[in-house]
């Protein structure tokens, strides 16, 4: 968010702005060398070394949506609302819509969280504007994490593309997404010295959370094919982001002092629902779009997400993040065991 001076004063972009650090020169910024540190970075074992040649980016063709119809991208049993009765019942033209919505929503979103969230941070680390110090391959293994980010968005946008062009069905998309709103309310709430955490610490959930889910889908033959080819080129990628952001919470974790490290690792649990919640309040606009009574589409969305069934969801989804925090230690505290609890994402074990 640069370019016009006075225009973005108080832009939330400035802790992972290079342009901003890029002008002082604090310790932060320099790329840790080698023995100096914490095991972790020292011990940083690049997932990229074959990058150039195995990237998405770099190695896979342009997906080409066949011509398909509207209810022929993602099969009803992988659209949670579709499986409602109200739903079923809707005319066979608006069902079909509810499945390309369904197709739409998960492109849009995936190109949201990869622009306008992964990549700020990808970008703070490359360019040693995060506040944490990175040994110089990790660093220089962000700059690839930002060009595979920047091409699932971009693939992204071009299926939405494809898919009006061949469905004719106009994508119902919210301009300020659930999630954004999300993690601006809760940067607000925390204050200014934790704000630029809840980023860093969403990103570092997400990105260990996304490959278990993209590796699910990858293999449904019941995807129309561009999209299925699209979701296993993405899942890939995200294999090697994962164990990066693995290791990457690794070095943070040494470099923070105790009081911020349980004060970051308590916002987890909310982190982590916040990624895994559906978007409510989109969905409700789109089931009122096809002329579902107000007090339909309650029952609809509380019958198809009840609160037992997003926990399970997210408990099964979470559990590889949670162990890495459990690795750490961060469950050694009971305030922060509390909170995994009260969200749900522990279960209890009784001794
Ligand atoms: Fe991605
Ligand atoms: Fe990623």
Redesign the pocket.
């Known amino acids: 968010m640069c370019g016009v001076v006075g225009l973005f004063v108080g832009c939330s972009a400035v802790v992972t702005c290079p342009r901003d650090s890029l002008l002082r020169t604090d310790t932060a910024s320099q790329p840790l060398e080698e023995g100096e540190g914490e095991a972790g970075a020292q011990a940083y074992r690049s997932p990229f070394t074959t990058w150039f040649e195995r990237s998405a980016v770099r190695r896979t063709p342009r997906r080409i949506l066949d011509d398909v119809g509207p209810g022929e991208l993602f099969p009803a049993e992988l659209v949670p609302i579709a499986g409602h009765p109200l739903v079923r019942e809707l005319p066979p033209g608006e069902f079909a819509q509810v499945l390309t919505q369904h197709a739409y929503r998960y492109l849009d979103f995936t190109a949201k969280l ?1 622009h306008l969230v ?1 990549n700020r941070t990808a970008l703070g680390i490359a360019h040693g504007t995060i506040g944490v110090r990175v040994h110089e391959d990790m660093r220089f293994d962000a700059y690839k ?1 930002y060009c ?2 920047a091409y ?1 968005a971009l693939f992204c946008a071009d299926l939405i593309r494809q898919i009006e062009r061949t469905t004719g069905v106009r994508p119902r998309l919210d301009r300020h997404p659930y999630l954004l709103r999300r993690l601006a309310e809760i940067r607000e709430r925390v204050g200014p010295r934790l704000a630029p955490l809840v980023e860093i610490m969403f990103v570092i959930c ?2 260990t959370l ?1 490959s278990a889910t993209l590796a699910e889908s990858s293999a449904d033959t019941r995807i129309a094919p561009a999209i299925r080819e699209s979701i296993r080129d993405h899942a890939l ?2 294999g090697r ?1 994962h164990a990066y952001f693995v290791a990457f919470l690794r070095v943070m974790w040494g470099q923070l002092d105790p009081t911020l490290r349980e004060q970051a690792v308590a916002l987890v649990p909310e982190l982590i629902m916040t990624f895994i919640r559906p978007d409510l309040p989109g969905l409700r606009d789109e089931l009122l779009g096809y002329g579902l009574t107000p007090d339909q589409v309650e029952q609809v969305l509380a019958e198809t997400y009840p609160d037992h069934v997003v926990s399970a969801y997210a408990r099964e989804t979470a559990a590889q993040t949670v162990r890495y925090f459990t690795e750490l230690g961060a469950m050694d505290s009971e305030r922060i065991r509390a909170e995994f609890l009260r969200h749900d994402l522990l279960k209890e074990v009784l001794v």
């Open positions: 990869e992964v994490i595979d980010e699932h997400s990105e996304i990628d995200e982001h």
